[in-house]
């Protein structure tokens, strides 16, 4: 994570309802840095994907 | 201009209208290019955009796809080049851009950047350019200002607007992010997997509980009707397959009709469903086929049953005509119609003979009713004499007139001269006497005169006057009388004449001589042959009556024997025989009798449906419950794996769901920073777009203006809407604003934008920004550009001498060039 997405990380977590989704939230920032928006959907769809195919 | 980077110098070659090298040497200083329409002055700014962003972005019409309208024409390599070196007094940066001449002015282009001595080529350059320098966004919107493209960014689309506005405020990653998380694509996946759950519930347990409760309904309706449990199985409606099969073969052969093999089903309800499907659809033609059977008879008995009545009524009616002949009746119809031809003849000539002998006794009566008139009044003539004394009367007449005249004359001499003077003063009233010449008095010599007729002389005359008109008047009488004499002499003998005329007719015609009195002779004879004639009318009808009669006899006994024979015929072709009357008929009463017996025989066999049906409708309530008990064993046997399934797309949908909540909650709080940034952003904002807007001279009345972001479904969207100097009114000014105070307030809006971005390029394109606008709003402007030249470099193309005038007046000339074009020509551009 880049120290933007990290900034960014630390400021929307103090805004999540429950802080178990900090880490989902943390792992779109990351997808974000590493491919922006399509990296993002790319990665929820093969999450769901996998649910699916479970 | 120390520390943001700015235009140093360009060079033009081949771009647009500028066909040979043009170098411009902004010598770190703003630039005013000014010079009259058509020069190229916006041909430069042109040529720093198309360098900076490799497009013209104005050039979006379809026929600038349709040619190249970026190369020069009448450059010698048909190629165009556009070289910038940027400065920020310490990073030297150059960019050149070049294509050649292609189909459209879309066409790509190459672009090199050099940073110091490294080389960047082509899409490493691009990017480059991006990381160094400014996003299209930023710099169109913050950077580039044409006037068209200024408006279309107030009133074009919102999303797009909204867009810009967010890379300018520093929110695109938020945007992008908010626009990257699926949140509707979980929820609907979670949903999807929802439905599948609900489906397989109720596609399985729901199926299982229900086909279970109606196969309790099949067995307790099945026992009710009373079959034993054990009787609830395959075996038995294999056994009823026969049985049923049996019957129906027997019925079959009774209506000679072919019978299918229907006794081959096996203890499967797959194939007992077929043997019943065969049974029922067999059982179903019989019952048509034997319906059909029924009708035939039952038509022939009818048919039989009224052919039988009409030729037995028939054969009644020839016995009424006892065996008459019709020719023999005919030949009597001829000899009675002979007869009462001269009937016919004699009664038209009594009828014809007596109503001329009226018509004459009518003329008769005529003559002799003149003939004795005229004689009336001669008999009453007959006191004046005969012609002769008349005449001497008459004579003597004349001879007392003459004696009256001569006597009248005499004594009426004074008198009348009496009279004739008083007259003459009545009329001519003179004035004088004419004998002795005095004055007239007319009325007094008048009454004088009048009064001197002898009142007994009077009389007298009045006598003789009175004798003389007597006298007339009897001459005239007598005259009259001898005349009329005359013509009734004359008229009588007329009439005599005629009479005998008349009379020498009808005895001509009755050939036999008259008795008098004539009138009561031929009254006589008219009743007479009237009485005759009517007499031979009478017998003539009686025995035309009687023809009518015969002919009605023989048109009724033809008919009756053409009825027979038609009946007959038609008889004869149903049975099939050639027998008439009595043997005709027994033949009838026998095909009746076969027919009854056919109609009972089928009566018997449809006696046997109702149980046959009976029977099949029980077969196919245990094949229904055999079926669903099928159904029940089989989703019994299937309910594990179902649940089994449907406890892990619970799992699966409860993942789905846990990840659409975690996304639902990471999409508010993206929404809610975005939000907090945007507030707090805008609100920078907003002071320098009111200060420019202020500075700008904008609205009278709507003072104020505000960038006012709204929540729509697709995401934020911007309203520009000016307030008055209360803040009770407002209003978008896409609405209500002219042309002029629309460009002041885009010019806030780009000076505002401009302030808020976070570029390097520190440089403000403005291409005629003094456009519509009037002295105060340019000097307005002129004024804030002195104020952008502090920071920034800006590049001003116009044609308006005012502007041009106020912007040297408010910027010091050390901070800016002033770039005058005179002319322009195709082979060397501007001069």
Known sequence: ?54 | MAELLHISDITIEGFRGVNKPLNLDFENRCVMIHGRNGVGKSTVLQAIEWCLMGQCRHMELDEFGREDALVNLFHPDKKASVTIRLTDGTRKYQLRRERKLGKSTRGKSQLVLYEGKQEYKNTEAEQKLRELLVSPEQFYAATYLRQDAIREFIVGDAQDRARVIDELLGLETLRQLLEAVPVKDVETAAKKVEKEIGDMKEGTIQALDLATKKLVNYKDELMKGGLAEKKLNADTLVQKTKDVATELAEIAGDLKVSSPKLDDVEENTASLADGYNRLDVFLDRLDRERFGFFKAAENRRSELQHFLEEYTDARSQMAEFKEQDPEELQSRVEKLRDEIKPLETERDGKNDLAEFLNDKRNVLKGLQSDANKAQHKLEALKKYGSIEEIEESVRGFDMRLLETARLKRETGAYTQLLKSAADFLAEAKPEKCPVCNRPVQHAKLRRELLLRMDKAQQTKIEKIEATIDELKDKKREYKDAAVQINDLTREIRSAQTDLAREIQEIEKKIKSKLKEPLDIEVARRVTNLRDSAKQIDEKARGMEQKSQELENQIKRLGETIRRKEKLEDKIQRVLGVVQTDEKLIQAMKSEMKSAETEIGKLNKINERFPKLKMELTTYKKILEYLEESERVKKLEKEMPDVQERIKKLERNSEKLRELFMGLSDIHEVLRAEKESILESTLDRLQDSLGSYYSRILGHPYFVNLQLTPEEEKKGIVYRIVAYDESKNYSTYVQTRFSNAQTNATALSLFLAMAGATTSQLGMLVLDDPGQSLDTDHKNALANILAAEAKEKQFIVATQDEEMKSLIEEAVPKTRLKCITFKDWSPQAGPS
Do not use: C, N, P
């Open chain 1, 1 to 54: 994570m880049t120290r933007k997405s990290e900034t960014m990380y630390d400021r929307l977590r103090q805004r999540l309802t429950l802080k178990e989704h900090a880490s989902l939230l943390k792992d779109v920032l990351d997808w974000f840095d590493d491919g922006g928006a399509k990296k993002v959907k790319d990665e929820i769809g093969k999450r769901m994907e996998s649910i699916r195919e479970e």
